[in-house]
């Protein structure tokens, strides 16, 4: 699980919708389906999707438990 560093920092991650919800009206921190751990600051628009997260995003198939619009991303 990271914590703030590393290549976690160079990309948007996948969360799940709600939980960025919440994390934008409690200043919670998320979890990102790659195991990533922060609180969403920045626009993930600006950063490629991360890899890991894509690719259990996909293995998850149609109707998986978490929704790809979730996609949050934090730089710091």
Do not use: N
């Not at 009206?25 to 997260?53: F, H, I, N, S």
């Amino acid at each position: 699980m990271s914590h703030g560093d590393g290549d976690h920092e160079r990309f948007a991650h996948y969360v799940q919708k709600d939980k960025i919800m919440a994390s934008a009206l409690e200043g919670t921190p998320v979890v990102a389906l790659c195991g990533k751990v922060w609180v969403p600051g920045r626009d993930p628009k600006k950063y490629p999707v991360c890899p890991m997260c894509k690719e259990i995003y996909e293995s998850m198939g149609v109707g998986g438990d978490k929704d790809k619009s979730g996609k949050g991303g934090d730089k710091k």
